[in-house]
């Protein structure tokens, strides 16, 4: 039952403080706190003051006013704070015209759904992100002058088999074999499970969880989908939520989609369907893989659009360490039923019209999702509108094509760079409805390119010694 703005006025009579959280532009949540007993519906209208210049991607320093809105459908109680602690998800506003701010990540996400109704294709979208992560036992890193180096490790990583320890026990999980073996090799069942227990007690629903393919930890837990928002909210509170259950057991989490090399990176599959009233937009019992008409076009509309997407989708440099052949990595821009080596694939678990949906596979869990949802919603009604061909399913791994057959499927771009490059000539389909606006893209794109994609261009890279020291 959806939590009213008099519903959480009596939680808050229940703890002591109240955490106003918000989400900038790049995907980190922030957060300050106000005594409860100041929580009154009055600040539900009225928000509360926060300096915008300090934020990331947001405001300069002689326009930093800026305002927080509760959003009371959002509140849950933090289950890790020492002091009993209300969390609710705010909306960003500007103090003088009291207005949306154009570069609020989750106003970029209720566009997105306004605009779907707007076009009359649907009057809802559903989305099931499956996010993969890594739970590792220690993480060290350094950057300087003179030296680069990182180091993870984790007591599952198949480099530890032979090492002394006071007990080595075996029976660590090789490259590629993470899918899924039982305790003991599997040592993070009860981790995940509590994980899952806290997200459910936080009004997050999970279908299942998982170990996932790499060594090393890795592991998936997904959500029940659910409307583009609230599933984008629900993502924000499971990232927090799993850094924090791992720190309570003396692990560390890591969204960053290629931590390992020679292994499988994380990724964050995406299902997607639209519905109008309660018939699947998608769903034609005649179609291939009982797809209509709009989720082919729509499908086309991914495809044609992947590059732009996945500027925003899969937005740093180490998500093409996840995009290359070899690792279950989507590559190719294709579509097929049940084939995971496509980048659109068309799940058939089920024979119901319930069940019919697109799965993204190229996207991966560093992305913002109030803006990455969005990206590839735009993306899909832009080829319905437009009625792009996807062209023929391919049926047939794609990672094992004859080299005349690869070269004529499109693929994921190389880089960030050219990601970024992608979106620059590419964006028009997200300005459509006012959702993306143009200060939000062209903030993105200057953010990205000049200080993550060119930094990491700039620095020497270890392997390079390997390569040219004694050249």
């Known amino acids: 039952m959806s939590k009213t703005v008099t519903d959480v006025v009596k939680m808050a009579q229940?703890?002591?403080?109240?955490?106003?959280?918000?989400t900038d532009m790049f995907g980190a949540w922030q957060h300050?706190?106000?005594?409860?007993?100041?929580?009154?519906?009055?600040?539900?209208?009225?928000?509360?003051?926060?300096?915008?210049?300090?934020?990331?991607?947001?405001?300069?320093?002689q326009e930093s006013d800026m305002i927080l809105v509760p959003d009371p459908t959002t509140a849950f109680v933090d289950p890790f704070l020492e002091v009993p602690t209300l969390g609710i998800i705010c909306d960003i506003y500007d103090p003088l015209t009291r207005q949306p701010y154009t570069r609020d990540p989750r106003y970029v996400a209720k566009k997105a759904e306004a605009y779907l109704k707007q076009t009359g294709i649907a009057d809802v979208s559903?989305?099931?992100?499956?996010?993969?992560f890594f739970l590792f036992n220690d993480v060290r890193y350094t950057v300087a002058t003179n030296e680069s180096s990182y180091r993870v490790d984790s007591v599952e990583g198949w480099w530890n088999s032979g090492q002394e320890r006071a007990a080595n026990f075996g029976a660590q999980i090789q490259a590629k074999r993470g899918y899924f073996p039982v305790p003991p090799a599997d040592t993070l069942q009860d981790v995940r499970s509590r994980i899952v227990l806290a997200l459910e007690a936080a009004g997050v629903e999970v279908e299942v969880h998982h170990h996932e393919v790499a060594t090393a930890g890795q592991t998936e837990i997904d959500v029940l989908y659910g409307p583009l928002v609230a599933i984008a909210d629900s993502m924000m509170i499971y990232k927090y939520i799993v850094k924090n259950i791992a720190r309570q057991?003396?692990?560390?989490?890591?969204?960053?989609?290629?931590?390992?090399?020679?292994?499988?990176?994380?990724?964050?599959h995406t299902h997607q369907s639209l519905w109008k009233g309660d018939q699947n937009v998608?769903?034609?019992?005649?179609?291939?893989?009982?797809?209509?008409?709009?989720?082919?076009?729509?499908?086309?509309?991914?495809?044609?659009?992947a590059a732009a997407i996945l500027a925003i989708a899969a937005p740093t440099t180490n998500s093409y360490r996840r995009l290359?052949?070899?690792?279950?990595?989507?590559?190719?821009?294709?579509y097929s039923q049940r084939n995971r080596s496509a980048a659109c694939r068309i799940p058939m678990y089920s024979k119901s019209p319930k069940s019919k949906r697109i799965e993204f596979r190229p996207p991966d869990p560093s992305t913002n999702p109030y803006l990455a949802f969005p990206a590839m919603l735009m993306a899909g009604l832009d080829?319905?509108?437009?009625?792009?061909?996807?062209g023929a399913p391919m049926d047939k791994d794609l990672y094992d094509l004859p080299p005349e057959e690869a070269k004529a499927i499109k693929q994921v771009p190389g880089s960030l760079a050219d990601a970024l490059d992608a979106l620059e000539e590419d964006h028009e389909f997200l300005l459509q409805g006012d959702v993306f606006t143009p200060d939000v893209v062209e903030t993105w794109i200057t953010y990205k390119?000049?200080?993550e994609a060119k930094q990491v261009s700039l620095r020497p890279h270890p392997y390079e010694f390997v390569l040219y020291y004694d050249v």
């Open 14 to 22: 229940e703890v002591k403080m109240v955490d106003l959280r918000f």
């Open 32 to 61: 300050f706190s106000i005594p409860a007993r100041t929580l009154t519906e009055e600040t539900f209208e009225e928000g509360v003051g926060f300096d915008g210049s300090s934020i990331r991607g947001f405001q300069a320093i």
């Open 126 to 132: 559903y989305w099931g992100p499956e996010a993969e």
């Open 249 to 268: 057991h003396g692990l560390t989490a890591t969204f960053m989609p290629k931590p390992l090399f020679s292994d499988n990176g994380s990724g964050m």
């Open 282 to 305: 998608f769903f034609e019992e005649t179609g291939y893989a009982q797809l209509s008409e709009t989720a082919m076009y729509y499908i086309g509309g991914l495809l044609q659009h």
């Open 324 to 334: 290359v052949p070899g690792f279950e990595a989507p590559v190719n821009l294709a």
């Open 383 to 390: 080829g319905v509108l437009t009625r792009v061909d996807p």
């Open 449 to 451: 390119r000049y200080n």
